[in-house]
């Protein structure tokens, strides 16, 4: 059977499940894994309501330094720290299929998108200007220690989004983040690190949301993957959330004969069979 999962980031709200269940049937109907996957995430960063492409939170020296990636059996592309450009996600299938390399960052990532006829866009909002002015005058306000435990974090969380598909026996999974807040220019979290934020092969895909530091450290999708078949998918994501305790984590995955989507906060998704 045919499945798409999407999610729209660890601690955004569950009121957008409609909208994301409603782009899971836009995107299903590419009948691609890699294409569905692609088509989902660009559809959700078009949608200024999640932190990533259009509506991509902002570092805390105002810029927008977006990451992205797609990840097939065998094959990897991402971006990280692009900028400047309206769909991250495809800048990150086009360095996997059309260059010689994986991974492109920084003014790099912004060059091949160029050349890739990617042109200028600005995916700053209101919603992100303001929550960067109240993450500063919290910073400000001596509201904010310097070294900050996760859990603080969770008001500044991003709404990252991903997806992964089970079509005609192909695996694939995409993510794309505008990262999360109160971070510095330059910051790296989890979703375009192969392994961490993603990972796909020729069991399963997975994708992960939550705080990409913490994910980091557990390699949390490769985690699940390589425990594909030990027990039912569900039960592995769960045992894996576990082991994050308090910290925001969430995943959504697929294997041979299953899907799930987890989260130890709120996460709206939608799974989508045929
Ligand atoms: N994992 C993302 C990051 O750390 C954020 C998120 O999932 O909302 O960049």
Not at 254 to 269: F, G, H, I, K, R
Request: proline share 4%; net charge negative.
């Amino acid at each position: 059977m045919n499945a798409l999962v999407l999610h729209g980031g660890a601690s955004n709200k569950i009121e957008l499940r409609e909208r994301v269940e409603e782009f899971a049937d836009i995107a299903f109907r590419e009948g691609n894994a890699l294409e569905s996957v692609v088509k989902a995430v660009v559809l959700m960063e078009d949608d200024p309501l999640f932190n990533a492409g259009t509506g991509s939170n902002m570092r805390l020296d105002g810029s927008i330094q977006m990451d992205a990636a797609v990840m097939i059996p065998g094959n990897f592309g991402g971006v990280i720290n692009i900028e400047n450009v309206k769909n991250p996600v495809l800048v990150a299938r086009d360095v996997m299929l059309k260059s010689p390399h994986l991974i492109l960052a920084g003014d790099g990532a912004i060059k091949f998108a160029r050349k890739m006829g990617y042109e200028y866009y600005d995916p700053s909002t209101d919603k992100a200007r303001e929550k960067r002015d109240k993450i500063i005058e919290k910073l400000k306000n001596g509201e904010i220690p310097e070294y900050y435990h996760p859990k603080f974090f969770l008001e500044f969380l991003g709404d990252t989004v991903g997806a992964v598909a089970r079509i005609n026996g192909k695996f694939a999974a995409a993510v794309s983040t505008g990262g999360t807040s109160l971070t510095l220019r330059g910051r790296v979290g989890d979703s375009p690190i192969p392994g961490a934020g993603i990972y796909c092969g020729e069991r399963g895909a997975v994708v992960a949301t939550g705080i990409g530091e913490e994910i980091i450290k557990r390699m949390l999708s490769i985690n699940v993957y390589n425990r594909m078949g030990e027990m039912p998918l569900e039960e592995i994501c769960k045992e894996e959330l576990e082991k994050f305790g308090d910290v925001p984590v969430g995943i959504i995955a697929v294997d041979e004969n299953s899907e799930c989507a987890q989260s130890n906060l709120t996460m709206p998704y939608a799974i989508k069979k045929e």
